[in-house]
């Protein structure tokens, strides 16, 4: 690892489908974060969120309990504030990764990269199906170099960009380190 470092203590939030998929998007979140940490970024995981005494796991039985039988008013009444701690959790981010299988329906996902690219913050996406499968809509958003084949090609490109020496002429990328602890 370089001694530049642009990324340390930067914050990144990770965005994918959680509710139509059989782990809850688990697993490729927990692969991604050991080489986040490794050069230094906080890790935001929505798997890993307790809020108001619910787990993921809890929140996603009763959801799926109070659809079943048909109390739906009971969904955004008590968990509601899933989507306001995700978008906040976007808010606070300073870049974001985002796992996109277009075989599985992704709500949220799309507010969250909407959000962040109001915000202009990095976005980077891959797509499980590869770059030239992702979502045309992606490609009007975000700048194409921003859209990856695979996990490894953006753990690769966040290497690049946290051993880079001059960042004047990237897109989207700001980094305060040199604010901080003064």
């Given at each position: 690892m370089d001694s530049i470092n642009n990324l340390k203590d930067s914050r990144c939030y990770l965005v994918g489908?959680?509710?139509?998929?059989?782990?809850?998007?688990?697993?490729?979140?927990?692969?991604?974060?050991?080489?986040?940490i490794h050069i230094g970024v906080k890790v935001l995981n929505p798997c890993k969120k307790i809020l108001h005494s619910f787990s993921e796991e809890d929140s996603r039985h009763w959801i799926e309990y109070y659809k079943e039988t048909g109390q739906f008013s009971?969904?955004?009444?008590?968990?509601?504030?899933?989507?306001?701690?995700?978008?906040r959790c976007v808010d606070i981010s300073d870049f974001i990764?985002?796992?996109?299988d277009v075989n599985?329906?992704?709500?949220?996902?799309?507010?969250?990269?909407?959000?962040?690219?109001?915000?202009k913050k990095p976005i980077l996406v891959w797509c499980e199906?590869?770059?030239?499968?992702?979502?045309n809509w992606l490609f009007f958003m975000l700048p194409h170099e921003h859209i990856f084949n695979s996990m490894e090609e953006i753990i690769n490109y966040l290497n690049y960009i946290d051993s880079l020496?001059?960042?004047?002429?990237?897109?989207?990328?700001?980094?305060?380190?040199?604010?901080?602890?003064q």
């Open positions: 489908a959680m509710d139509r998929v059989k782990d809850g998007g688990k697993s490729w979140r927990e692969k991604i974060t050991l080489p986040l009971r969904i955004r009444e008590e968990f509601g504030f899933i989507r306001s701690a995700d978008l990764i985002v796992h996109i599985t329906h992704a709500c949220g996902t799309y507010e969250e990269i909407t959000t962040a690219n109001r915000q199906q590869g770059k030239s499968h992702a979502p020496q001059n960042t004047k002429g990237l897109q989207r990328w700001f980094f305060f380190s040199n604010l901080y602890n």
